[in-house]
Nanobody, 116 residues
Framework: VQLQASGGGPVQPGGSLRLSCKASGMIVSMSTMAWYRQVPGKLRELVANITSSGTTNYADSVKGRFTISRDNAKNTLYLQMNSLEPEDTALYYC???????????WGKGTLVTVSS
């Protein structure tokens, strides 16, 4: 299994980014998938997850601003991030599995930097 995240970069506060996570060796629609983020010196935070049935869950800090989705045909997971804040600056990871004890694969992170 490989998870390749992309789409990070610098953005100004209030801006938007869309992260992508291309999966290989697995089928995204058959697993719970998630996005985590980590700031140096802090624990990784579960940002959002989507179950195989399509149910989504979000951290309170991103509700109403971020949207997790998937494209089954492209076997790709997405995270649409709107109204970005400096506090959203972090390395973002996609995972197979939602809650930490259920995660069995981590992709390499993609860095999001929100700054004016």
């Amino acid at each position: 299994v490989q998870l390749q995240a992309s789409g990070g970069g610098p953005v100004q506060p209030g801006g938007s980014l869309r992260l992508s996570c291309k999966a290989s060796g697995m089928i995204v629609s058959m697993s719970t998938m998630a996005w985590y983020r980590q700031v140096p010196g802090k624990l990784r935070e579960l940002v959002a997850n989507i179950t195989s049935s399509g149910t989504t869950n979000y951290a309170d800090s991103v509700k109403g601003r971020f949207t997790i989705s998937r494209d089954n045909a492209k076997n790709t997971l997405y995270l649409q991030m709107n109204s970005l804040e400096p506090e959203d600056t972090a390395l973002y990871y996609c995972t197979r599995g939602g809650v930490p004890y259920a995660v069995d694969y981590w992709g390499k992170g993609t860095l999001v930097t929100v700054s004016s």
